[in-house]
């Protein structure tokens, strides 16, 4: 995993309609980010999500809490400074004197103080298993954040084209109930000539209201789906905005070309993965584990020096001014000889969870590979399903064109003409469904092989 690619994301600072109403109301709220009137395209919003995203920002958090565990990880390697100080009065006929001629009474008031360095030189190997386990940590706190980021941002980049594709459908259903009304009208005028029964004004109809519930679906679906990527981008919305959020995407669903044999992708993901870089994190911190448990085994070693002052007692003159100070240093040695088997308990329990570890890494990797070979299917069925629409919309117009020329001479039926319109709307509403499902097939195959999403839609920045 680079170190770019890690980091990257902490320095990171179509037709879609809106009521002018609410634009104007937005416009003139101070309150109201400037986001959410100005165009955005994939990126913006990538950003944004990066900058503002409720999971992301708590990842951050959680990334700040890992660091101060660090520092408690590292603190057993590092000396321990303690300074004591101490201010005693006794009441006099609490103190007891020495019946000695000569021997002044001990004082009733006392103080001390001093100053205590301590080291640890030998811990077992404790101390350095710590340190190592400190940088592992931090590194693996770093993995697991870019995990969550990089997360985020596929649920945004898919909210952004689930977008579009809500507001491509609302033009689909639009155009075809157009159509549909403008043949109910033409028959209307063909029936008040007497040139038609009114059974095909009756047809018309039916076709208009069956048409409509989808548009109306559609309009729903791109309310909500605007309201999911509002909320990716961790925006709150007012109050006052409850029928359609004016976000304005400037980007549209394109296929821009895709090519990666699975071989290479399974490769990059095995390598690129942060889950899986996180888990192997986890098995060397496992390992050191073990070093920490077997550590009880052994002797531990402590240097200290220091200095003290405190009153004398009993030299004359016997008072708080007259004080006593010097320095010490020494070494000291500690052994468990026995322990109650509590050792050799730490150590089982560490050689476990470390085989543990291992087990885990061994398994996200089959799951990251299996994760790959399905996103890598799905991409193939969408590239294939797209490349079988591409001359489909021109057919059918071409077909509803014919269609309608063949009622006007006489030769052709209504029904013909409905058939032809609604293949139309069938082939236009496949597009767009093609458009979007090539373009999340490969926001997730991206992410499965774990490609930057934000470098990947602007590899100039």
């Not at 941002?153 to 609302?170: F, G, N, P």
């Not at 069938?426 to 991206?446: F, G, K, S």
Request: hydrophobic residues 40%; charged residues 20%.
């Amino acid at each position: 995993m680079k170190t770019a690619r890690l980091i990257f994301p902490l320095l990171l600072a179509g037709f879609i309609t809106s009521t002018s109403g609410q634009t104007q109301s937005l416009t003139a709220d101070t309150n109201a980010p400037a986001w959410i009137t100005q165009p955005l395209s994939l990126v913006d919003c990538l950003n944004l999500a990066l900058n503002q995203n409720a999971t992301i920002l708590k990842a951050k958090s959680d990334l700040q809490a890992t660091y101060g565990l660090v520092v408690q990880t590292r603190a057993v390697a590092l000396p321990q400074v303690l300074a004591t100080g101490q201010y005693k009065r006794t009441d006099r006929s609490a103190i007891e004197s020495f019946p000695v001629p000569g021997i002044s009474p001990q004082p009733d008031q006392n103080w001390n103080a001093g100053i205590q360095v301590v080291q640890s030189s030998y811990e077992g190997g404790k101390m350095l298993a710590a340190i190592r386990a400190a940088r592992l940590t931090k590194e693996q706190s770093l993995l697991q954040y870019q995990t969550v980021v990089d997360d985020t941002l596929l649920s945004t980049r898919l909210a952004y084209y689930d977008v579009l594709l809500a507001a491509q459908q609302i033009v689909v259903h639009e155009a075809s109930v157009n159509l549909l009304t403008k043949e109910l009208e033409d028959q209307q005028h063909r029936y008040n000539a007497g040139t038609v029964p009114h059974f095909n004004v009756l047809r018309a109809e039916v076709a208009v209201a069956n048409e409509r519930p989808a548009l109306i679906q559609a309009r729903n679906n791109y309310r909500i789906a605007k309201n999911n990527l509002a909320n990716l981008l961790g925006y709150n919305l007012p109050r006052d905005i409850w029928e359609d959020i004016p976000l304005n995407l400037s980007d549209t669903l394109e296929a821009k070309p895709y090519h990666v044999e699975l071989p290479e992708a399974i490769e990059q993901a095995l390598a690129n993965r942060t889950e899986l870089a996180a888990l192997r994190k986890q098995v060397q911190l496992e390992r050191e584990s073990i070093v920490n448990a077997q550590s009880g085994y052994k002797p531990t070693v402590q240097v200290f020096a220091g200095y003290n002052w405190y009153n004398a007692q009993f030299t004359p003159p016997v008072d708080l001014d007259h004080d006593i100070r010097g320095w010490n240093a020494g070494a000291q040695l500690s052994w468990d000889i026995f322990d109650g088997m509590l050792t050799r308990g730490k150590v089982i329990q560490a050689r476990a969870l470390y085989e543990k570890s291992r087990t885990d890494v061994e398994d996200r990797g089959r799951q990251i590979e299996l994760e790959v070979r399905t996103d890598y299917s799905l991409f193939i069925e969408a590239q294939e399903v797209l490349d079988s629409q591409k001359t489909v919309q021109a057919e059918a117009e071409e077909a509803l064109r014919e269609a309608e020329a063949r009622a006007a001479a006489g030769t052709g039926t209504q029904l013909d003409v409905l058939d032809a319109q609604t293949s139309l709307t069938q082939a236009r509403t496949t597009e767009i469904q093609a458009l979007h499902d090539y373009a999340a097939a490969r926001a997730r195959l991206e992410r499965a092989i774990g490609t930057d999403l934000v470098q990947a839609e602007n590899p100039k920045s």
